[in-house]
């Protein structure tokens, strides 16, 4: 099989989506991730059930979910964070509250 060699630019993709881009793909390939020259270079070794340019495609959609999970993740964090707050405040108040 060939191998597949995607890169990213270190600036706008973090290592981490990468890493869970290629998690998402154990069983349909292997993942080497190496950092050069401000780039992640991505070698995908497929296992034989995708041809070249679909294991390609599909780690892109992968780094893509990853790289929208992880914005979104950051975006939301304050108001989780005031949820959780809120949440147990109140049950920390009511604890005091009980005898």
Avoid: W
């Amino acid at each position: 099989m060939a191998e597949v060699v995607v890169d990213f630019d270190v600036a706008t993709h973090s290592l981490r989506a990468l890493n869970a881009a290629a998690y998402r793909l154990i069983g349909i390939a292997a993942c080497q991730i190496d950092k050069r020259d401000g780039r992640y270079i991505c070698r995908l070794t497929p296992s034989g059930q995708l041809d070249a340019d679909s294991l390609r495609s599909r780690y892109l959609e992968l780094v893509t979910d990853e790289n929208v999970r992880e914005n979104l993740h950051a975006k939301t964090e304050p108001v989780r964070n005031l949820i959780l707050s809120l949440a147990f405040g109140s049950l920390a108040a009511q604890s005091q509250d009980t005898p």
